[in-house]
Every structure is written in C-alpha cells, then in structure tokens.
C-alpha cells in the first residue's frame, strides 16, 4: 500500500456523492507529508469539504499551509475568475462571433467549446502537473459524472483547441482585415491570446501523457458495501479504463462492523458483508481495503492521521 505514496506522482480519489472521498484524500494526505513527503491536497469539487474535513480554512487562490502538518499544503480550486479568463480567451480569438457562426454552420458540433468549468479546472489542474515543488499530488474530486467530464476533458480539448488554431492560422487574416474594415480597434492582444491558446494545447498534450502513465497516476475508487454504490463504482472504472485512466485501487468505506446485541447493526453488518463478496468477485485483479464504519465522524488532524495509519500501514 505504501508504494502508491512512495512511487506515484497523482493519486485521484473519487467515486459517488457522500462515500467518504474527501475524507480518504485528506488522510492520505497527512499520512504521505508525515512520512516527509513534500505534498500538495488540491479540491477540485466544485462543492469544497477540504476545510471542513482539515478544519482549517483552505484558500482559492494560492496554497494553505496545513497547521500542523509541516510538508503538506492545500488548495480548494476557485473556478470562478479561471472560468472568466478562459471565456476572454475564447472570445478574443473570436470576438465578433462570426467565425463560429461561419463554421457552425458547417459542422455544429465541431465548434462548441468543451463545459466550461471542466475546462477551468482542467487547465488549473494543468498548473500542478507541472509544478515541480510538490513530490505528490493528491486530487479530492467531485462525485463521479463531474469527475469523468473532467478526465475526458485533454481529449475533448485537445481536438477543439486543433481546430481552432488552424482556423485562426487560415482565417486569422481575413478576421483582422474584416475588423479593420469595420472600425474595430477595442480587440487588444490578440496575438496574446492566439499564443495562449497554442501554450495550452501543449500544456493539454503533455498532461495527457502524465495522467495516462500508471508509474505516476492512479485514480483510487472509494465505494461502500452497498448496491448503488457498487453500479456506480462499476460506471466509474469503466469510464475509467476507457480514457486509459491508471485504476488499480478500491477503498471499501464504511463497512458496517459486526455488533452483538444490535439488532439493526448485525443486519447491516450482514447486508455488508454479502456485498462485499460481490465486491471481491467483480474486482478481483484490483487491491481492495475495506475501512471499518467509524462511530465518530473522521474529521480534524488527529482523526484523519488516525485513518492514514489504518490505511497504510
Ligand atoms: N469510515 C467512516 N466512518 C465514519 N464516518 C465516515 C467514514 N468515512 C467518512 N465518514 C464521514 O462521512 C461524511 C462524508 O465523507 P466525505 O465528505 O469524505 O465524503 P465525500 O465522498 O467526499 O462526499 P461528497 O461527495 O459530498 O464530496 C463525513 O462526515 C465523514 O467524516
Ligand atoms: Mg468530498
């Protein structure tokens, strides 16, 4: 278990809404800076719990130095203001809109731009890949669909941003004529922006091959024993496999232990363990942990440390 820590470079934890994802991203994380591992806990929920689970304010804007926990920072992406410049950047290749309508009338499809706050996060994301201060990553992601557009996103990109450079090469003059012609002077940088749009495609191609590569990416599905939660599971590794997504890993949470002198807790304890020989039949080329449902919420430093040592020791 310790090699996830010790050899990988991204680890993404993910899975379906509430099964405990942020809470096994932020352990890992204390667990992996404890052990002297310079690391970077990064949120790209949309929906941020890094702070609650933390219980420290995590900032937006640059990284939070976790009290406490001397080599480990975090952030909680603010997609908003990235959203905002992605949008001028798109307009200032196309700012009358009259390229797009042109060529959309063409190919509908072939013009829209990818979701935009996919995109966002994405192109945030792009920034730690290559950062080299941090010897790991760890991504808290939001509940699954989310999660899947965004690692679909290099893909999507990619081919939307190809197009639109080769437009602008072919095009570019034309545009710039037409804007002379009627006037238009408040199209600033333009050349700026085409450069940006080239710089991010670069940045696109080589994060694909980083994330592609399972000697420095791994995505861990967190799942509980329950049904819907192991079809989502299944959706997810899937959907995984199929963007070559390095996936090896299931963390089984909140297992309901066995209780005597509990009624409903020896149902649940059964119900549990039933689908956790599903679980093992289905995945059995993967490495499975299962985690104990705790009595207490796993919240704070202590707590979370706490888990770490279960996890991977
Ligand atoms: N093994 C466990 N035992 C007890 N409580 C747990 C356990 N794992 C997680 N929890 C608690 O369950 C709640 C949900 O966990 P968490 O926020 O990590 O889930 P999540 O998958 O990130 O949720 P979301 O989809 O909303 O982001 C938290 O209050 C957390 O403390
Ligand atoms: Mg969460």
């Not at 095009?171 to 085409?194: C, Q, V, W």
């Not at 450069?195 to 670069?202: A, F, I, M, P, Q």
């Not at 694909?208 to 939660?229: C, D, G, Y």
């Not at 985690?291 to 440390?305: A, D, H, S, Y």
Request: with cysteine; charged share 20%; net charge negative.
């Amino acid at each position: 278990m310790n090699n996830l820590i010790f050899d990988k470079h991204f680890l993404f934890f993910g899975g379906k809404g509430g099964v405990g994802k942020t809470t096994m991203a932020t352990a890992t994380a204390i667990y992996a800076a404890d052990l002297g591992i310079q690391t970077l806990l990064v949120s790209t929920d949309p929906a941020h719990s890094v702070s609650d689970s933390l219980d420290q304010q995590i900032g937006g804007d640059s990284y939070t130095h976790v009290n406490n926990v001397s080599k480990l920072s975090a952030i909680e992406l603010n997609t908003d203001e990235a959203i905002k410049n992605y949008s001028d950047i798109v307009k200032t290749q196309d700012p009358t809109g009259a390229l797009s309508d042109f060529l959309g009338e063409l190919d509908p499809t072939s013009l829209s731009p990818p979701g935009a706050d996919e995109t966002v996060a994405f192109i945030q994301i792009l920034e730690f890949i290559q950062n080299p201060e941090f010897e790991l990553v760890i991504f808290d992601t939001a509940p699954t669909g989310h999660t899947l557009k965004l690692l679909q996103l290099p893909e999507i990109t990619e081919g939307w941003l190809f197009r639109m450079i080769k437009m602008r090469r072919k095009l570019g003059g034309m545009m710039s004529g037409l804007k002379t012609f009627l006037g238009g002077t408040g199209i600033p940088s333009e050349d700026e922006a085409f450069d940006k749009l080239e710089e991010l495609k670069e940045q696109v191609e080589i994060a694909r091959v980083h994330l592609a590569n399972p000697t420095e990416t791994e995505f861990i599905a967190v799942t509980i024993p329950n049904i819907m939660a192991i079809w989502e599971t299944e959706r997810l590794i899937r959907a995984l496999y199929e963007v070559q997504f390095p996936i090896n890993q299931i963390f089984v949470n909140q297992v309901q232990p066995e209780s005597s002198g509990c009624p409903y807790c020896h149902t649940r304890f059964n119900n549990h363990q039933e689908n956790l020989k599903k679980i093992k039949e289905l995945y059995s080329d993967f490495n499975l942990k299962e985690i104990p449902l705790f009595e207490f919420e796993v919240r704070g430093i202590q707590k979370l440390r706490d888990l770490g040592n279960l996890l991977y020791k």
